[in-house]
């Protein structure tokens, strides 16, 4: 009985392990996405230093790879907020409808080392007082430091995003000053994105 | 540099001119003699011959280096690093530990009023001191909360023979410092009296002239130290003894673009009242009765003298306690007991608060033989606001022979939430974050509730904040042969429960609300050597070394939050482990060499101090949040300290010098370092 369970088992395993081998030789003929560096996305805000922020939103959308007017966005920008087109209104001022199905899921890792989309149950969407992008903890994407007051974005966060059609993308945030200074200090100017993405035009489950 | 004088000698110290010191010097120095303190044991005990790492730094040291504050002659010493720490304001270092886990006393009893937890130690003049007496690591078996990293015993003259001596001292030094003494010590049969008053100035320095603001404001401040002391009989004595400190500074901010200009006045006022009681051969009391106030005033007006800004702090410690040794041959019991009544009311605070503690501790000095030495005690604390502390601590010392012995101890050491971490409530106002205190904080979370966004989740307040705590254990070596000495001590310090901002909710504006709460365990190890070698009795050299490892447990453990750091190009790259640097603002070596050398025919004694830093990390500036290898660093640096001290007759001392002699500067990094500071003195004993 035992040996039969085992046998069985190891069939079971050897049809798994060919069946993926099969998959990972199909995948092998899509073309592997491209990673491309977005630089200097402005995400003006109005208010700050104490009153609430205001302004409009950047949005950006990763198959056009350009700032968008459009409802098709994925992720838009004002100061260090971001939101995702999916979801709800998290309840700030001056923040667009949500019209998307975008999501994000946040991973760690250098960036050319994350190849596969994250399980679905780890997508979040912008809610009521929900930010998917977290503002602090462990995944926001930026620390700020009390003594320099400069924000720098934490290496090794990589935000997968599940763009506003049902497509993915990954991208991780460099710098939140102009021109994307190596050392940025306090005549930098802050509010300019540059980040690096790659996005999956294909339907599959990898980058 | 530690000179080695019997009781006897620094008697004499006090009382003769220094013409007859240079010969006496010249007497003794030609063997490195005993000394004893008092701060390790709250009894007399020889230096050496303590189980625990201890070092003193006597009056005559002081006055060849020329320096005239405590925090200028502590950063002198191995192993005592003065440097802002994150707070920004000035403090020491020890073992690793930051400045708010440093008790400091004058004559025993505590100095208050700490800035973020920091001691301005500038506020102490070393007019008057006698000697200071170190002692490293946990010691809240004898002194309770702070004494987490260590004990700083802050000791004045005192008057010792009948008659009437004393000094004038005058300093001038770049910055348009001036530092102005006297000090008198009277004393006729069974009254004794001493008076020692200082005035000090500067203009204080600006490394960047740009900006309008300068490193340090100018100001003037003033001490005045009567002491009064009566023997009502050999065995009854009676020490009255008041200090009064004041000082003015210039208060400058830069607010946006606004230019604020005002005044930032202190004042502090210590009162001890002692009596010692020798009831006979066997047994020794003390009543001693504490009273401290410290108190800051601060305003801000515009240009157009409109008040912009004022601040207050007054805090307030009352402290009655009574200790006994009972002598049992050559054994000793020291016991204590005594109550803590503290109170503040400052800015940011919604009411007065109030500390009630008392305490009770036990020491047992114990000699089997003469190898060994056992110090056990304990201390107990009652709070009335966070949870009791019993702080044990045993200490063995074993003489191996009369030139050699090992020393060992472990001991607990706490800190106890100040007052800040507990009842702060402060919105900054350009920025629009809020700091609030551990016990006000969910009563001033529900007001703000219609500026909250969201709390974060899984916070809450229902334990009450614990102490800060340290297991402390050191293992080291006594070696002193006719002209050479050498001490090293290794130490250990386990911390838990490290006190920590945290994010509590987020505010509609962005901003977030932060409370206090016990975060980390934290390590620091390392190892302390000091040597000195005498190589005639006109020249005397002395080396000290430290090294220093202190590291965060949490991210030991949890290397993979912190593994990728940004390079120069910004992209993502994985590190190690090992490359994890540790704390900021650690410097893994520190050294000093002292050279004194003594040139006896023209009187002249040349006393020159080069210091050691090696590089260390001020923040994270690669986007792990931790120091690594790769981040950016302060480099590494030397200063310099030079003086020479002429007698020029029997009663006449005339010295000059220059601190930081080699002009080092990095005013981007290290702003408390001011550059080359020329100093001129003249002292007139009598």
């Known amino acids: 009985m035992r040996t039969n369970f085992l046998k069985l088992s190891l069939l079971a395993l050897v049809i798994f392990t060919t069946s993926c081998s099969n998959d990972d030789k199909k995948e092998e003929l899509v073309p592997a996405v491209i990673t491309q560096k977005f630089t200097n996305l402005p995400a003006p805000a109005t208010g700050g230093q104490g009153q609430p922020e205001g302004g409009a939103f950047t949005k950006f959308s990763f198959s056009e790879n350009k700032i968008v007017t459009s409802d098709n966005w994925d992720v838009a920008f004002r100061g260090t907020v971001i939101i995702v087109n999916g979801g709800a209104k998290i309840g700030i001022v001056d923040e667009p409808n949500r019209t998307g199905n975008a999501a994000v899921s946040i991973v760690s890792g250098a960036f050319s080392t994350i190849k596969s989309i994250p399980l679905a149950s780890t997508f979040k969407q912008d809610a009521a007082a929900i930010y998917a992008f977290p503002k602090s903890g462990d995944n926001a994407w930026y620390d700020y430091n009390s003594n320099t007051h400069l924000i720098s974005s934490k290496a090794g966060k990589i935000f997968v995003i599940k763009t506003h059609d049902g497509k993915y993308a990954k991208f991780e945030i460099l710098s939140y000053y102009k021109d994307a200074p190596a050392a940025p200090d306090l005549t930098s100017t802050g509010r300019y994105y540059t980040f690096n993405f790659a996005y999956q035009p294909n339907s599959t489950t990898t980058f | 540099m530690k000179f080695k004088n019997t009781l006897y000698i620094t008697l004499l110290f006090c009382q003769f001119s220094f013409a007859q010191q240079v010969q006496k010097d010249s007497l003794v120095v030609k063997e490195l003699l005993e000394v004893k303190v008092v701060t390790a044991t709250r009894t007399e005990r020889v230096l050496s011959s303590l189980p625990l790492p201890i070092s003193i730094i006597t009056a005559k040291e002081i006055e060849k280096t020329g320096v005239t504050r405590l925090n ?109 003494n006297a000090n008198l010590l009277w004393k006729k049969n069974r009254f004794s009296a001493n008076v020692f008053a200082n005035f000090y100035s500067s203009d204080g320095f600006d490394l960047d002239k740009a900006t309008p603001l300068k490193n340090v404001e100018k100001f003037y401040n003033y001490t005045i130290n009567p002491k009064l002391y009566y023997d009502f009989s050999k ?42 009681h020798k009831l006979n051969s066997k047994l020794y009391f003390e009543y001693e009765l504490y009273a401290t106030n410290y108190k800051n005033n601060s305003f801000l007006e515009d240009e157009s003298k409109v008040l912009y800004d004022q601040t207050f702090y007054n805090q307030w410690l009352f402290r009655p306690e009574i200790r006994t040794t009972f002598s049992i041959n ?37 000699n089997p033989n003469q190898k060994w030495n056992i110090l056990a005690g304990f201390r107990y604390d009652n709070h009335s606001e966070y949870a009791s502390q019993l702080s044990p601590k045993l200490a063995l010392n074993y003489k191996i022979n009369t030139n050699f012995s090992l020393k060992t101890s472990v001991g607990y050491g706490y800190k106890a939430p100040d007052f800040r971490q507990l009842y702060f409530d402060f919105t900054n106002p350009s920025v629009g974050y809020t700091v609030l205190g551990y016990n006000v904080a969910e009563a001033r979370l529900n007001e703000m509730q219609d500026q909250i966004l969201k709390k974060e989740s899984g916070i809450n307040f229902d334990e009450p904040l614990q102490a800060e705590s340290a297991v402390n254990c ?55 050597l000091n040597s000195n070698y005498n190589f005639t009795k006109d020249v005397m050299v002395s080396f000290g070394y430290q090294y220093l490892t202190a590291k965060d447990k949490s991210i030991s453990e949890h290397f993979q939050d912190y593994q990728y750091i940004r390079n120069n190009e910004l992209q993502t790259i994985k590190i190690d482990k090992s490359d994890y640097f540790g704390f900021y603002n650690r410097s893994k070596h520190t050294a000093n060499l002292k050279l004194l050398y003594t040139i006896s025919t023209i009187k ?83």
Do not use: C
């Not at chain 2, 003894?241 to 004042?267: C, H, P, W």
């Open chain 2, 72 to 180: 200028e002659i502590l950063s002198e010493q191995t192993g005592i690093i003065l440097i802002p720490d994150e707070s920004g304001f000035e403090g020491i270092q020890i073992q690793g530990l930051d400045a708010a886990y440093t008790l400091v006393l004058i004559d025993g009893v505590p100095i208050v009023g700490r800035n973020a937890g920091v001691l301005d130690l500038s506020r102490i003049s070393v007019g008057n001191i006698d000697r200071i007496e170190i002692v490293k690591g946990a010691s809240s078996a004898l002194y309770g909360s702070e004494a987490m990293g260590g004990v700083i015993n802050v000791i004045t003259k005192k008057p010792k023979k009948d008659m009437l001596s004393g000094n004038f001292s005058y300093r001038y030094a770049t910055f348009n410092t001036n530092d102005l």
């Open chain 2, 235 to 276: 065995k009854v004595k009676l020490i009255i003894s008041n200090r009064f400190y004041n000082q003015n500074m210039n208060n400058v901010a830069l607010i946006e673009t606004e230019y604020y200009k005002g005044d930032a006045e202190e004042k502090e006022w210590n009162s001890q009242v002692k009596v010692e």
């Open chain 2, 330 to 366: 050559k054994n000793k019991l020291t016991a204590g007991i005594g109550m803590n009544q503290e109170t503040l009311d400052r800015t940011y605070f919604n009411a007065i608060v109030k500390f009630n503690s008392q305490y009770v501790f036990v020491q047992y000095d114990y």
């Open chain 2, 474 to 528: 050191n293992f080291g070596t006594f070696y002193k042969k006719e002209k050479f000495k050498l001490e090293v001590n290794t130490f250990y310090n386990s911390i838990h429960n490290l006190i920590d901002t945290k994010a509590v909710a987020q505010k509609n504006n962005g901003q977030s609300i932060f409370s206090y709460f016990n975060t980390n365990a934290v390590f620091t190890y390392g190892l302390e």
């Open chain 2, 604 to 686: 002249t004694d040349i006393n020159l101090r080069i210091f050691y830093r090696s590089k260390y990390g001020m923040f994270d500036s690669n986007g792990n949040q931790i120091l690594d290898k790769y981040d950016t660093f302060v480099d590494d640096y030397f200063i310099t300290n030079l003086s020479a001290s002429k007698y020029i007759s029997d009663t006449l001392l005339f010295q000059i010098g220059a601190n930081n002699l080699l002009d080092y500067k990095e005013p981007n990094q290290i702003p408390n370092l001011s550059g080359r500071q020329l100093f001129a003195r003249i002292q007139f004993n009598f």
